[in-house]
Every structure is written in C-alpha cells, then in structure tokens.
C-alpha cells in the first residue's frame, strides 16, 4: 500500500477519529510508529456501538488496520476489545491467523478506552503528560475509524455511523444513521421517551454532554463522533452532578471537601504516573484560589469523570473544577509548565486500581440501563439532514456547496481550509441543498 496514496484517500472520505475529538485521521496517520492500536475498547457504559460495528465488520476493521500499520511502518498491530465481547473476540481471531496482529482482551473496567490507559494496559509505558502516543511509538484508532478508512480505500466517503440509543427510550437499539440526522428522529425510531420530560446526553454517561430543554434537543443532530443518545429522567444523579453552577461547586469544595484524596488515588491519569492530584486543585479552589501556579495541573485532566461520579466521598465536582480552571487559563493564555515526565513508580505502585463497570453502574444509578441490550436496529432515512461544518478538530470546512444545488450521497459538501488543520464534509443523503450557515441542510429528494 502507498503511504502517500493511502493518506489522500483518507483525506478525501473525511475520515476523523470516531472515538473522541475527531481528530483528523490522515494527520494522525502521517507520522511513523512502531504499532498500531485498534481501540474497540468503547469504556462509557451503556454503548454498544462500536461492539455492533466490529461484529459486522470484523475483516474490514483487520484489512484497515494492515493498510494502516502498511503506511505508519508499524510492525505490530494490536486489537484490544473487551474480554465480554465474545462474538467479535471470536470472529477477530479467526482473521488474525498468521498476520503480525494480536488480539488483546481487557476486563471491563473504566475508562479501559482511555488512549493513555490503553497504551499504558498494552505497552506498559505512560504516554507524557499533554504527550500523544507516538511519543512512546504508538497510534491508536478507534475500531469505527478504521471501518471508514476501509471505506476510504474503496473510494467511499463517511456518511453514516451506528448509533446506540439508550436508557428512557421504550426500545433501545443501535441505528445506522445519515449524518446531520436530527437527534430526535433517532429517538423516535426507538418508540420514543418512556419518561415524560426527559434530559438528553450525547455520547456515554461519564463524558456525555447534556442537552436540557425541547429547544435544545431539537437542535441536535448526529454527527461523526456521535456514538451514542441516552435519555435521563431530569432530576436523575447524572443530571444534578451535571447542572451544578460554579457557586455552589465552589461553596461545596469550601465545606465538605474533606482533602481524603480519593479523587487522585483513584485518578486514571495519576495512576499511570502522571505529577498530578487533583485533590490539590480542590484546596486552592475551595480556598477561593483563581489561578495559582499549583492549580496549573488542571492541565493534566482528561475529564474522565472517575473523581466526581465514582471517587469522592462527599459527590464533589474535581472533574468540573479542573474544566473550569482550564478555560480560564487559556482565556488569559496561560500555559501548562508543570513536570512532563511520568513517575514509573507512582504507575507501578497504582496499576491495578481499575474501576468495575459493574460498580460503576451502581455509583452513577444506572444498573436498570447496564441491563439493557440494544436491539440491532434499522438504518434511518430521514426527509432531511443538517450537516455541520464542524465535527472535527481543527478549521470548520468550508461550504463548497450553495443552497438550490442539488447533491448525491457522498458529495463533497465541505472543504478543508488551506493550509489548516480541519477534516472534509460529504452529503449524507441525496437532494437538495435548502441552507448553508455553519451547517449544510439537505432535502431529500
Ligand atoms: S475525593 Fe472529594 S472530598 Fe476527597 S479530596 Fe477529593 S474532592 Fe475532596
Ligand atoms: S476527571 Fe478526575 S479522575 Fe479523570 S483525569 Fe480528571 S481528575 Fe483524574
């Protein structure tokens, strides 16, 4: 496979990294490494997407992988799932026979999908803190990435991606879906809201964002990183934790964090050895600290949501403060200036503190959604889609496409600007072109 060849072709699909920021996937690919992750881990509870994905597409994922390890000039490939995935755990080492690829089963605990906690798992090295993987020889892709590089290489651009709705729907299921397609129609495929009222939150429950309000929900629409929709009764844990204000985070550090430290001995990234205790964030903050050097490690905070929905005692917010600390910092420029290196023995002394799923679920009160399997549901069609512009790291795309025109499926609707980073959009249904702002709307037909 021709390196330069594969990285255009990745390119022109609009390929991001599906399992978090989407990071734009021919930038990730262009530097060398020595292996290559393939992360069908999925940690958050509750989704099931990407295991759907790797039971249907198992051979897709593995000739993905190859091409990639092909173009990195890695010469090994890991695939790491979860030991409870049986059915792709099976249909992967069927496929794997002969090939330098070796599939890698993880207990289910959290955030097993974590880049730094599954590099670490793996390879036994901590990636630096604010570091990446190829600073210790690795990249790692999610599973659902690599599927849309397989499409890539036939010339297929992403359009679709599975979804899996969950939790106060009346039948849970996992979708293949356009992007752009409203949020809304995806619950409504599921038999809609089995709650009155709902909170909706995009992605799993520990690092989901919420979306309060039927305006609000509205608004909403699939995107490429979208892995999954889960309802909330208002009101639920999850949601209280998520709408705190910061005066009354601020008053609760203040009075009731009781310094215990359990949210630094149970932090993933302290765990691999990072110089970071959130614990001391919590002093400064509840001391009324704005921004002292010390709270600079904020930085170091991945907002896996372990400290706040599992850790502490006293259901304090470490995970918001730290997000809060640092959006402050950067609105006043301020940048990270604390130790790099990673402490082996503070790793060695933590590795095996790992979080259960199962006890996770009984923190988080969600043990009556854990025991729900999605149905493997139909592939939607809406009458209409809304396409951001932005679904990636990086530039918005620029609209190639004006409103009257008429697209096919896998158009090019959004370039990427010169010279920046940023990710190419394409039209996920045929039709018309009807707006374009910050978005791409199309009207089937
Ligand atoms: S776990 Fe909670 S109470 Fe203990 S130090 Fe951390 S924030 Fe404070
Ligand atoms: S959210 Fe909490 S547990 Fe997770 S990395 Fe940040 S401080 Fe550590």
Do not use: W
Request: include cysteine.
């Amino acid at each position: 496979m021709n390196r330069e060849r594969i990285l255009r072709q990745i390119r022109d699909a609009g390929v991001v990294g599906q399992g978090g920021a989407g990071f734009p996937a021919h930038v990730k690919f262009a530097a060398p490494v020595e292996t290559v992750i393939a992360n069908g881990c999925e940690c958050e509870p509750l989704l099931f997407s990407d295991q759907v994905l790797m039971q249907r597409h198992a051979e897709e994922i593995v000739e993905a992988l190859e091409a990639v390890m092909a173009a990195v000039g890695a010469r090994r490939g890991i695939i790491a799932i979860k030991e409870k995935y049986r059915t792709a755990g099976e249909r992967f080492e069927r496929l794997l026979g002969g090939k330098p690829i070796e599939l890698a089963r993880l207990e289910n605990f959290y955030p097993a999908g974590d880049e730094h906690v599954l590099v670490h798992e793996l390879l036994g090295r901590a990636i630096p803190p604010l570091g990446l993987p190829k600073d210790v020889g690795a990249v790692v892709s999610n599973v659902g990435t690599l599927h849309a590089v397989h499409r890539a290489m036939a010339g297929l651009p992403v359009t679709h991606r599975l979804v899996t709705v969950t939790g106060e729907v009346r039948r849970p299921a996992v979708l293949e879906v356009p992007i752009g397609t409203p949020v809304e129609e995806c619950i409504a495929a599921c038999g809609g809201p089995a709650v009155a009222d709902p909170v909706l939150v995009l992605g799993g429950p520990m690092m989901g964002r919420f979306v309060d309000g039927p305006e609000a929900m509205r608004r909403e629409v699939v995107t490429k990183t979208t892995g999954g929709v889960l309802l909330l009764p208002r009101g639920h844990y999850l949601h209280r934790m998520a709408t705190l204000s910061v005066r009354e985070m601020e008053k609760q550090a203040a009075a009731a964090c009781i310094q215990c430290r359990y949210c630094t001995d149970l932090c993933p990234r302290h765990n691999i050895g990072h110089s970071f205790e959130t614990h001391r964030v919590m002093r400064a903050f509840g001391g009324g600290v704005a921004t002292a050097p010390g709270t600079l490690q904020a930085f170091l905070c991945s907002e896996c949501g372990v400290c706040e929905l599992f850790a502490c005692p006293m259901r304090l917010s470490p995970r918001r403060i730290n997000a809060l600390f640092k959006a402050r910092f950067r609105e006043r420029q301020i940048a990270y200036e604390g130790p790099r290196e990673v402490v082996p023995a503070q790793s060695l002394l933590n590795r095996h503190r790992k979080i259960p799923v199962s006890r996770l679920a009984i923190k988080l009160d969600i043990q009556k959604y854990l025991a729900i399997h999605p149905a493997e549901g139909e592939r939607l069609s809406p009458a209409q889609v809304t396409i951001p512009l932005q679904q990636h790291a990086g530039a918005p795309a620029v609209a190639c496409v004006r409103p009257g025109e008429r697209v096919e499926e896998g158009a090019a609707i959004g370039e990427i600007p010169e010279g920046k980073l940023g990710a190419r959009v394409h039209a996920s249904i045929a039709g018309e072109v009807i707006r374009v702002d910050n978005a791409v709307t199309i009207r089937r037909g």
